[in-house]
């Protein structure tokens, strides 16, 4: 199955839990062999499986375990700042955003935003 954004949350976890209950059996592991050497539980392993919610510490040992830890950085990749950002900023790196100037409002209030009346 690909993982789209139509799945729920619930379908996703089911799928990853396949995948990866299907990469520790191509490793030759058993759930508790997998739980030994990640240093979890056979509960934890058996719950990632099953596509229940879990720690993410946990399952980060599980990956670790699977040799499947290099796919986080393509998962979440590290986005370095313009270069033409930072000279905006005199080299100081953007921490947070910050709100709209008054009077302006996003597009999404506007359209739900309905002139405000005297209750009759």
Known sequence: ???TLDLTD???????????ERRRIDANLTQA???EQ??????TVERIEAGHSTDF??????????????????????LPQSPMALLKQNGRQRKRV???????????????ARPWK???
Request: charged letters at 25%; aromatic letters at 4%.
């Open 1 to 3: 199955m690909k993982l």
């Open 10 to 20: 619930a379908a996703v976890l089911l799928e990853l839990g396949s995948r990866l």
């Open 33 to 35: 062999d997998l739980a």
């Open 38 to 43: 990640a240093g979890v539980s056979k509960r």
């Open 57 to 78: 510490r946990l399952l980060l040992r599980t990956l670790r375990t699977l040799k499947l830890f290099d796919g986080l950085e393509r998962l979440v990749p590290d």
């Open 98 to 112: 910050g709100h709209s100037p008054r009077g302006t409002t996003t597009r999404s209030v506007q359209a739900t």
């Open 118 to 120: 005297w209750a009759e």
